[in-house]
């Protein structure tokens, strides 16, 4: 089965839309394929988004595949790039605001709930949560200004939607912030991401060491460097104890995460990490036997895994990276969510 991060798919109800990655980060949208789980629950939408006839041609398969309809195709992008982006300074991809991803969901979502009644009952956010997410803390006034203009429309957009669902809490909301957008100055917002650099390291009583890329499938979205190899490790030893020393490089934002070392596939040691200056760091004082573990098998039978190590993840290889990264490279500049050009933006600011 096609890993989820080569597939941006929208969960509808009783279905799932998928569509192919290169074609949405191309810009185009020309097929989605519909896999039903339950036929009654999607009857009702799939008959307004695709007719009669269509609908009982994919119910009675169980599948098909079905001309793009471009509301689907966007909001499957917009939640592909908030939980896979690859985001790596070292691989030309810049961070992309989560706030104005929030907003530009927010829209899609309420396109998509216009286009087909039901089609997203028990959907992950609706338009409003979503829409509170991306003010919450001031995020969305810190994030607009390099796109203000496309900020404010989309507010202005929401305004409307939300009071014709008679939500008019957000919808003054939407409008107030449509308004204080008027006169926003270019600017841009900051990261704390640094290129890093691995553990000092004397040589002296350094019974393992290695380096280890990041499984992106593993950590939340958007916190760490997606390149290769920026997980530096070793095992060291004093008079008193042995230990693990774990680095990451390349840190956007904080999180709860840890680092598992395994020897031959069972874990040994676990090390909670903390953000520092662009980088996770963390250090675990080992038992005894973890020690003599270290100190009698080879480093290359050591395997250290950033976030979450359990069997049940269907984790991304270093091919499945290497593919993401390159059809994100390779976008058109057209074809960029408000997000990517506020992105842009930011970084010409800097030269």
Known sequence: MTHPVHT??????????????????????????????????????LTRLAGAETSLTVLGHGQADLPARPELGRLALLLWLRRWWPASPS?????????????????ATADVEDLAEGLLDGFEASPAELFDTAIAAGAL????????????????????????????????????????LENAAPGRRSYALAAGTDPAATGEGVLASGRASVDWAR??????????????????????????????AGAFADAAIAAVATHDGEPFAEVPLALGAGRFTGTADLDAAAT??????????????????GEGVAGTTPEDRAQVVALVRARPPEAGTLAERAADASADEEF
């Open 91 to 107: 691989l030309g991809v810049p961070s992309l605001d989560p706030a104005l991803l929030d907003l530009e969901t927010a829209v």
């Open 292 to 309: 003599r573990l270290a100190a009698g098998v080879h480093s290359g039978r050591i395997t250290l895994v950033v976030g979450v190590a």
């Open 8 to 45: 941006p798919v929208v969960a509808a109800d009783g279905a799932l839309i998928r569509f192919a990655l290169a074609d949405l980060l191309d810009g185009r949208t020309a097929s989605m394929r519909v896999e039903l789980s339950d036929a009654g629950a999607a009857e009702p939408w």
């Open 141 to 180: 006034l810190a994030a607009a200004p390099p796109v203000a203009a496309d900020v404010r429309g989309l507010c202005a957009r929401l305004a409307a939607w939300f009071d014709d669902q008679d939500d008019v809490v957000r919808a003054e909301a939407a409008a107030e912030m449509s308004a204080r």
């Open 219 to 248: 950590v939340p979205p958007g916190i760490l460097d997606a390149a290769e190899n920026t997980v530096a490790w070793r095992i060291v030893t004093t008079a008193a104890t042995a230990r693990l020393e774990v680095d990451v």
